[in-house]
């Protein structure tokens, strides 16, 4: 874990060093050592490419602990509470009249060599409780990360019970209550829902309600492993180089469908599910236990752009981050304003798979923004006109042209026998 300043600088030469020695890698000719040398410096230079977005999204506020459930778990959750207060260690040291030398210390043996005093004097400078919360300084921001670090941390009492029993998730048997319900849901098969206890980053302009998010995840973890268990899905494989072929497959009839048989096999999982009351969800990657990735998407929004530009920005978090030592789900709502390096990095990737720069550059309807040309245009890319029009209505932030081009509606009476 990163402790201040100096240790993000060092890890950021680090990262570049074993970039460099990557790169410049020279096959010995002997296959078994050279696949060691190369997985050994990528594994270092994954493992310190997470330390340092995980420090960063820890200073930035964005990091929400539910609970801290034990005094085991308290040293680091003050280490992220300073961090993500905008203290440095000198800055904390001064608050608790000790040298900053020996706040290092503390932190540097998570806090082992402390007494029971001075964790209590830190604790009440950073606002850290015990089985209560602690939040960064923009926790209440929508973009937050959300932890769970067990199910004894879970309030079953909080889960929209309700609303889970009228969708047919759950069925109150006689002399149970909902709540009873929920808990055996959740934990039923073993606890089989794990995954769902992953750290959850949301981005959007609207904070989450962070029971309804996991019900909702728990929802989407149990129609997934049924699509993996009937065979329909085959093994997953890290690559991304179908990108461009499923683009183009955006230009058939019924293609959302065909999106998602083509994903299955690819070893990927495309899941549709409703959001709940207080999610504001459009999409969500994650994966199971079995090693398969899941998108998940709401179709908040019955619009072929929305679909595609959503669905290729869970694919990047799958190709760029979901696999990273993070150990981290994403959850999005589209248009939920610039967003920090992860979410920048998935819009990048998601605008580039569909419409490379060079395609986007020889674009005329960028700016005569008349139907005739998004077409003739989208023709020559290999892309549905909706994604450019789409494309065109937010980078002009002009909402009130080529509404036709949309494909308003065309979505979820592809997906009718699923929802």
């Known amino acids: 874990m990163i402790y201040n300043e100096r240790q993000y600088q060092s890890a950021h030469k680090q990262f570049e060093k074993l970039s460099e020695s990557l790169n410049a890698f020279k096959p010995s000719g002997v ?4 696949s060691a040398q190369l997985d050994a410096l990528e594994s270092q230079i994954l493992d310190i490419k997470s330390e340092i977005k995980e420090y960063e999204l820890i200073k930035e506020g964005k990091v929400s602990y539910l609970e801290c459930s034990g005094l085991s778990e308290l040293p680091k959750t003050l280490i992220y509470a300073r961090i993500g207060l905008g203290l440095t260690q000198k800055d904390l040291a001064e608050k608790l ?3 900053t030398q020996q706040l290092q210390r503390y932190e540097a043996s998570s806090y082992m060599g402390a007494s029971l005093s001075r964790l209590i004097s830190v604790a009440e400078v950073l606002n850290v409780k015990v089985r209560e919360s602690w939040s960064g300084a923009k926790a ?21 019970a309700k609303e889970m029993v009228k969708r047919g998730w759950i069925t109150v048997k006689k002399g149970t209550s909902a709540v009873d319900q929920v808990r055996d849901y959740f ?24 029971y309804a998010l996991l019900a909702w995840q728990a929802r989407v973890l149990e129609l997934a492993r049924e699509e993996v268990a009937s065979g329909a899905v085959y093994e997953y494989g890290h690559t991304d180089s179908w990108m461009k ?72 978090h799958i190709s760029l981050h979901i696999f990273d030592s ?14 920090d390096l992860v979410e920048r990095e998935a819009d990048e990737f998601a605008l580039e798979a569909l419409i490379s720069s060079e395609s986007w550059d020889s674009c005329v309807s960028r700016f005569s923004m008349t139907p005739e040309a998004v077409r003739l245009d989208a ?15 937010k980078e002009s932030n002009n909402y009130h042209v080529l509404s036709e081009l949309l494909g308003n509606g065309k979505v979820r009476s592809c997906f009718e026998e699923q929802l």
């Not at 296959?31 to 050279?34: Q, S």
């Open 187 to 210: 934990l039923s098969g073993g606890g089989q829902y794990t995954p769902a206890l992953h750290r959850k980053k949301f981005h959007g302009e609207n904070k989450p309600n962070e």
């Open 97 to 99: 009249g000790v040298p």
């Open 31 to 34: 296959e078994w050592l050279d």
């Open 245 to 316: 072929e499923l683009s183009s497959l955006t230009q058939i009839e019924g293609a959302p469908l065909a999106a998602k048989k083509f994903l299955a096999e690819k070893g990927i999982v495309l899941v549709l599910e409703k959001h709940l009351p207080g999610t504001y969800l459009d999409g969500a990657a994650m994966v199971l236990e079995t090693g398969h990735p899941v998108v998940a998407l709401t179709l908040r929004y019955d619009r072929l752009d929305n679909f595609w530009f959503v669905l290729f920005h869970e694919l990047a």
């Open 379 to 393: 023709e020559r890319i290999g892309i549905h006109p909706s994604i450019l029009a789409g494309r065109i209505r």
């Open 140 to 160: 209440n921001s929508a973009d937050s990360v959300f932890c769970w670090n067990s199910v004894e941390n879970i309030d079953w009492t909080l889960f929209p």
């Open 326 to 339: 993070l150990q981290m789900d994403y959850f999005d709502e589209e248009g939920g304003g610039e967003g």
